[in-house]
C-alpha cells in the first residue's frame, strides 16, 4: 500500500470519527430518540440509583444543595446570585450550586439526573411538568416535609395549583398573567375606536370581523386551550371526587360552537390551530394581526425585535371568558426532587427564594407576579408609566387575584386530558361536529381517568 | 491459504481503520439495542421504581388508538419511496450527461441533504403557512381563491412533511444513482443503440436493469427512513403530531410517550413492535427485487 494511500486514509479515518463524535455530541435528541432503542441507556443508570441515593452524608457536614432553574440566565445572574449568597449568610454550612437550563430541555435534563441518581436538590418547573414528576413519585410532598409557616406565605389557590390527593409538590413561584396588547394603527384603519378595546371575547370577535373586513388582517390568533378555557367558564371537567369528567355541558357546547363559526368564517387564521408559542408574537410584530394577548414579560420582545409595531402598541385587561371569571396564571414553581439527598435544606432553599422577600425583588426587574400574599401587596405593583410594559404591570396586577393555574389533580393528567385536545382539532377541522366532539372526549376522558384510578 | 506479509499488514491496517467506528458503533447503537429489549417488558419510568409487567405493553399498545393511527400514517407515509427513487433517477440521469455546469447542477441538489433538517424543517413550516409562499404563487396563479392551511388542516398535514422528506432525501438518492450510472459499462449502451435501441429504450433495457441493485439498495434505506420519519414532523408538528395525531407516526408516538408521558417502558414495546415492522418491509423487499444487475441477463 503506497504511503499516500494509506495516510490518506488514515485521514479519512480521523475525520469520520470526529464528525461521528460531534454528531453524537450535538445529537439533537431527535436523532436518539426516534427508535426504541434508548431508554437502554438509563436502564444502565438506574441501577446506581439506589445506591447513591442512600449514601446520605452526615449532617454536620457541609451541604452543597444543586438548584436548578428555567431560562434565568443571563438576564438575571445578579438577582438570582444575590439571592443564593444572602441565603449562604444566613444559613452557614449550605452552599447553593446554581444552574440555568433552556425551557426545552429542563424536563429531560432532570429526568435522565434523576435516572443517574444525580439529582438536583431545588428544581424550578412550571405545573405541567410538576404534576407529570408529582405523579411518579419523584417530588417530594411539601404537605408533609414542609412546615406549616413556611406553607402559609403563598395564596392558597397558587399553592394548591400542584394538589394531587392530599399531598402538594411545589412551592409556587413567579408567575404571568397575560394582557390585551393591540395595535392603535390598525384598529385606526378598521375604523375601531383604539381607546375602546374589547373586554369580553364576543366583543373581540365583532372586531375582529371588521378589522377582516377592512383591513384583511386578522383581528387576533385564538390560543386554544380548551380544558383551561371550559374551567374558567364554569364546566366543571371533574367531579369533587376525581372519579368522573363532565366535559359534555351546554357552556362547553357553545364555546365549542362560538370557536368553530370563528374558524368556518376564517375570522381567524386557520394556521392558529397548529401554532407553536412563537407564531401570534412573530404575526404580530410583522403588523400582521391586529391583537396579541400574552404574558407581560414577554413585551420586551416585540420592543427589541419590531420597534415601530411596539411604539403603536396600547395595553389592556385580557377580556374574560365571563364576566367576573378566573383567567389562567402560567405558574412557575420550585420543587425538590425525591432522589435529592437533603430534603431539609432543599425545602429551606426553595421558600426562601419564593418568600416574601425574594419574590418583591424579582417583580421588581422585570415584569411577573408574585404568588405570595405580602409581597402582592406591596405598593410597587400600583405605580405606573406610560410606556406599553409598565402600563402591562399595573394591569396585570390588578388582574392578580383572577389569576388561577388549571390542573385535574389526578395523575397523567395530560393523558386524560389528551382527547379533548385532540377532538377540538378534530372539530375545527369539520371532522366532527361540536356536539359530537363533546360526547366522544366525555367518553374517552372517563376511560383514561378509569384507568389511572384503577391502577392506583 | 497463509498471509503474505503484506496481507497481513494491510489486514491489521483494515481492521485499525474499522475499530473507531465499531466501538461507537457498539457503545451507541448495540448496547442500546440490548437494554432496550427488556425494557419493553418493564413499566420502567426513569424516576419511579421499575416493575416487570409482562406482555402487558404490547397488550396495551394493541389496544390503543393513537398506536393504530401512528401506524397507519407511519405504513402511508411509505408512498414517498416510490416517488423519491423515480425523481432521483430521472435526476442522477440528467446529471450524468455531459452538460454544461454538471458539477453545480450536482451541488445544488445535493445542498439539501447536507442542510439541517430543523433549519429545512422551519423553512418548509413558512412555506406552507396560510401567508406562506406556496399560498402565495396558488394565488397568484389563480389556482386557488383563499389560502388553503397546509399545515393545520389533517388532510393534507401528513403529505406536506413528506415534501420536506422528498426534497431532503432526493439528492442523497441521486448521488447513489449517479455512481451506480457511471459504473454501467458504456459499451452496453453503445451495442443497444448500435442495434437501434431508443433513447428511452436504452434507459428502460440497460440501464434500469443494471441499476436495480442500487435501486434495491435505496429502496431499502427509503422504506426504513420513511417508516421511521421522525425529525420533519417533530420540528413542523411537535410530539404530539398536531393537528390531532395527523401527522403522528411511530417514531413520533415513540417519543411521546417515552419522553413526554415517561413510560418508556411503553415506549420500547411500540419501537420493537416498529422495528419488526421494518424488518418483515426489508424481508420483502429482498425477495421481490432481487433480480437485476448484471445476473438480469442471465
Known sequence: MSKRYRSFALLLAMVMLISLIAACGSGS???????????????????????????????????????????LSPNFDD???????????????????????????????????????????????????????????????????????????????????????????????????????????????????????????????????????????????????????????????????????????????????????????????KDSLSADANYATDKYQAGKIASLTTGAQFLSRVKTNAKDVYDNTLIAKMPTLKPGGNVQAGLMNVVVPTMSTHHKEAILFANFITNDESQLEFCKIVNILPSTKKAAADPFFTQAGTDPESQAKVITAQMASMGKDFSLGVKNEGDVLDPLWKGWKEMLNGKVTPEEMLKKAQAEMQKKLDEINASE | MALSKEQARQTRFAYAMLTPGIILLIVFTFIPIVYGLPLAFTNYSAVDTTKWVGLKNFDRAFHDPDFW???????????????????????????????????????????????????????????????????????????????????????????????????????????????????????????????????????????????????????????????????????????????????????????????????????????LVVSLLIMVFTILLFRYTRRGGMNYYE
Not at chain 1, 437502554?40 to 445506591?51: C, H, L, M, Q, V
Not at chain 1, 418547573?125 to 416535609?145: F, H, I, P, R, Y
Not at chain 1, 386551550?225 to 374551567?231: S, T, V
Open chain 1, 29 to 71: 435528541s431527535s436523532d436518539k430518540n426516534n427508535t426504541a432503542q434508548t431508554p437502554g441507556t438509563t436502564t444502565e443508570t438506574t441501577n446506581t440509583n439506589t445506591d447513591t441515593a442512600k449514601k446520605e452524608e452526615p449532617k454536620q457536614e457541609p451541604v452543597e444543595l444543586k438548584f436548578w432553574t428555567i431560562s
Open chain 1, 79 to 269: 438577582y438570582i446570585n444575590g439571592r443564593i449568597k444572602k441565603f449562604e449568610d444566613e444559613n452557614p454550612g449550605i452552599t447553593v450550586k446554581w444552574t440555568d437550563l433552556p425551557y426545552g430541555s429542563m424536563e429531560n435534563k432532570l429526568l435522565t439526573s434523576i435516572a443517574g441518581g444525580k439529582s438536583p436538590d431545588v428544581v424550578n418547573l412550571n405545573t405541567g411538568m410538576t404534576m407529570t414528576l408529582a405523579g411518579k413519585n419523584a417530588l417530594v410532598d411539601l404537605n408533609k416535609e414542609a412546615t406549616e409557616e413556611q406553607r402559609s406565605i403563598y395564596f392558597p389557590d397558587l399553592y394548591n395549583s400542584t394538589k394531587l390527593g392530599e399531598s402538594v409538590y411545589a412551592f409556587p413561584w413567579y408567575y404571568g398573567l397575560s394582557v390585551f396588547a393591540y395595535n392603535k394603527k390598525i384598529y385606526e384603519e378598521a375604523g375601531l375606536d383604539p381607546n375602546k378595546p374589547p373586554t369580553t371575547y364576543e366583543e373581540m370577535k365583532q372586531q375582529a370581523i371588521i378589522i377582516k373586513e377592512k383591513t384583511g388582517k386578522y383581528g387576533f390568533v385564538p390560543t386554544y386551550n380548551p380544558p383551561a378555557d371550559f374551567y374558567f367558564l364554569g364546566v366543571p371537567i371533574i367531579s369533587e371526587d376525581k372519579k368522573t369528567i363532565i366535559v359534555d355541558t351546554p357552556e362547553a357546547l357553545e364555546w365549542a360552537k362560538w370557536n368553530k363559526d370563528l374558524y368556518d368564517q376564517g375570522i381567524v387564521p
Open chain 2, 69 to 271: 393511527v401512528s401506524l397507519k400514517n407511519s405504513i402511508l407515509y411509505v408512498i414517498v419511496v416510490p416517488v423519491i427513487q423515480f425523481l432521483s433517477i430521472l435526476m442522477a440521469v440528467l446529471v450524468n450527461n455531459k452538460l454544461r455546469f454538471v458539477n453545480f447542477f450536482r451541488t445544488a441538489y445535493f445542498i439539501p441533504v447536507v442542510t439541517s433538517m430543523t433549519a429545512a424543517a422551519i423553512a418548509w413550516k413558512w412555506v406552507f403557512e396560510e401567508d406562506g409562499i406556496l399560498n402565495y404563487f396558488l394565488e397568484v396563479a389563480g389556482i386557488i381563491d383563499g389560502p388553503i392551511s397546509f399545515m393545520s388542516d389533517m388532510n393534507l398535514a401528513l403529505y406536506g412533511v413528506m415534501c420536506v422528506t422528498i426534497w431532503k432525501g432526493l439528492g442523497y438518492y441521486m448521488m447513489i444513482y449517479l455512481a451506480g450510472l457511471q459504473s454501467i459499462p458504456s459499451e452496453l449502451q453503445e451495442a443497444a443503440k448500435i442495434d437501434g435501441a431508443g433513447r428511452w429504450k436504452v434507459i428502460w433495457h440497460i440501464t434500469i436493469p443494471l441499476l436495480m441493485p442500487f435501486v434495491m439498495l435505496c429502496s431499502l434505506l427509503s422504506v426504513m427512513g420513511a417508516i421511521r420519519v421522525f425529525d420533519e414532523i417533530f420540528v413542523m408538528h411537535g410530539p404530539k403530531g398536531d393537528p390531532a395525531s395527523a401527522t403522528l407516526t411511530t417514531s413520533v408516538y415513540t417519543y411521546k410517550i417515552s419522553f413526554q408521558d415517561y413510560n418508556f417502558g411503553y415506549g420500547a414495546a411500540v419501537g
